[in-house]
Structures are given as structure tokens and as C-alpha cells.
């Protein structure tokens, strides 16, 4: 599929070619975990001013998940509750973290006047498939057990994340629906990683290979996943599940030069054909991770605010 890029992302593409630096794959995660912090600063845009941002320890078999609460300063309150989305960071399972989202959380805090949970779960290759999803799942579950004593309405209790995140967001709706977690009001899926396959045509156009390029996501995937196995395991490929009948509305983002494209496209047209309510967004001319860089890119702002707008109708 042709794909001509927005003129900014275009220059913000050209300005990370010539700024030379080195590709995640030839870097330790540790080093690719560095660079990518050390990137936010230049792409972030300015933060809303919150009520509240605190740090949050959630119980879990292994010890503790570190995460991050965001409270907007006009949460939209129903009999002293607010709604809440619990958020998944991007990064292919490797690198990312509650700074690298910490924009992007605020964001959506004040655009959805709701609280904002950010969880830090376990990174691979230190703790491969299932870990980050055993953690998804924990942190759901508590925050929806513990929603009183948070201030959150467990009746508006919501799951997204972007790119890794999203695949976790649309993970946890699944185990949820069956039993393995708390009911779930909706699932904000940023251009999500929906099916480890990778088989879409969009894994190997060349007009896709924009950032997140074809070579490291195949390393984002092998430091993930224990073996091939691991991709027809519908937590680590949530397209593979029996079926998507039963899953809660779903706003689904995706990039035309990306590509996790087709794959999330596909996941949206099978949650609709399932029966679900879905609202299907695509940026044709941004290419994947444009979301959190609001500061150069105004389309990150508009689907801020549109996540927003969707996350207040939703309840």
C-alpha cells in the first residue's frame, strides 16, 4: 500500500536518519532502554497541569509492580468515583517505562477528566512471555479489588496502551471476559501488536519500515518470546483467540507507515464483525510511535484529544 508521509512527520523521520543514531537491535536492551528515555525530552509535548501524580506499588507473586496514578483536576465523579483507564506503555516488551509514558498519561488523564493508572511491568529479555502479561493481568485485578480506597468508579474501569501496551490493553480485555480479571468498560488500542505472525503485508513494505523498523521488531519479538510456540498463544498473539465475541467497546488506532498496520486494522474489522463497538481510527500519514510525540507532530494532539472524547461517551 503507497504511503506518503505528513510533511512534519516527514522531517521528524529525516531529522532522527541524520541525527545517526544507532538502531536498537545493534544495542544491548539496556542501552536501547537509555536511548529511547533519552529521545522523550525532544518529542514530548508540554504536560496539562494535574490535581495529583503519585507513585503506586500494586501487590504481585514476584514482589510488587511499580506504577503511576494520575489524577486530573476535574475527574468526572459519580457519587465520589471517578472512571479510570489502566495504561500499558509501548516498547516492544524491552524497553519503556512509567517516564517514557509520563506525557502521554497526563494527557489522557486530563483530556478523559478520568485517572490514569500507569504500570510498570516487567521487561524482557530479563523476564520473557508471560511475565509482562501475568503482570497486566495482577495490576488489573488489584486496581479494580482496591478501586474504592483509589477513588475509581470499578463500574468505569478501562484498559489501553500503545503499540506493546495495546497488545496488552487487548490481552487483558480477553482474559478478563473469560473470568481472568475484572469487567472492563472499554480498551484504547494504539496501533497494537495483535498477532506475532507477522505475516501482514505491512511487515514488509518498505514505505512501513519507519522507525520501528522491520528488523527491530523481529528483535523486539525475539527477546519477548520464548520460541515460536510462544506465537499462536493468544496472550502473546490476541488474534489467535477462539473468539472476539463478548469484548468490550474498542477505540482502535492505527499508522499507515507502520507496520503493525494491517494487523490492527484486521483486529478492528473482527472485534465489529464480533458483534463489538468499535470506533477505528487511521492516521494514514504518520508512521508508528507518532503518539507520543505531541511536541512535533499536531496528529499526536488530535488523537489525544478524539481518545479523550471517546473515554467520556464511553461512560
Known amino acids: 500500500m503507497p504511503v506518503t508521509l505528513d510533511p512534519d512527520a516527514a522531517a521528524v523521520f529525516k531529522a532522527f536518519q541524520e541525527a545517526g543514531r544507532p538502531p536498537y537491535e545493534t544495542l544491548t536492551p539496556q542501552e536501547a532502554r537509555e536511548f529511547y528515555l533519552a529521545g522523550r525530552p525532544v518529542t514530548n509535548p508540554e504536560p496539562p497541569e494535574l490535581k495529583s501524580v503519585a507513585p503506586l506499588s500494586i501487590p504481585a507473586p514476584h514482589g510488587s509492580i511499580p506504577a503511576r496514578v494520575y489524577t486530573p483536576k476535574t475527574p468526572r465523579l459519580a457519587g465520589g468515583l471517578a472512571p479510570c483507564l489502566v495504561f500499558f506503555h509501548g516498547g516492544g516488551w524491552v524497553i519503556g517505562d512509567l517516564d517514557s509514558h509520563d506525557v502521554v498519561c497526563r494527557k489522557l488523564a486530563d483530556e478523559g477528566q478520568l485517572i490514569v493508572i500507569s504500570v510498570d511491568y516487567r521487561l524482557a529479555p530479563e523476564h520473557k512471555f508471560p511475565a509482562a502479561v501475568d503482570d497486566a493481568i495482577a495490576a488489573t485485578k488489584w486496581i479494580a479489588d482496591n478501586a474504592g480506597k483509589l477513588g475509581i468508579d470499578a463500574e468505569r474501569l478501562s484498559v489501553g496502551g500503545d503499540s506493546a501496551g495495546g497488545n496488552l490493553a487487548a490481552v487483558v480485555a480477553i482474559a478478563a471476559r473469560d473470568g481472568n480479571g475484572p469487567a472492563i468498560s472499554g480498551q484504547v488500542l494504539i496501533y497494537p501488536a495483535i498477532d506475532f505472525a507477522m505475516t ?27 520460541g515460536a510456540a510462544d506465537v499462536h ?75 479523550g472524547a471517546w473515554l467520556k461517551a464511553l461512560n
Not at 203 to 224: C, G, M, N, Q
Not at 254 to 276: M, S
Open 233 to 307: 498463544d493468544w496472550r502473546a498473539s490476541p488474534a489467535r483467540a477462539t473468539t472476539l465475541i463478548g469484548l468490550p467497546p474498542a477505540y482502535v488506532l492505527t499508522a499507515g507507515a507502520d507496520p503493525l498496520r494491517d494487523e490492527g486494522d484486521e483486529y478492528a474489522r473482527r472485534l465489529k464483525q464480533a458483534g463489538v463497538a468499535v470506533t477505528w481510527r487511521h492516521f494514514p500519514g504518520q508512521f508508528h510511535g507518532f503518539f507520543t510525540m505531541g511536541k512535533l507532530l499536531q496528529q499526536a494532539n488530535v488523537a489525544a484529544s478524539e481518545i
Open 200 to 226: 501482514h503485508p505491512s511487515h514488509a513494505e518498505p514505505e512501513t519500515s519507519v522507525l520501528l523498523t522491520h528488523t527491530v521488531i523481529k528483535w523486539f519479538r525475539d527477546h519477548y518470546l520464548n
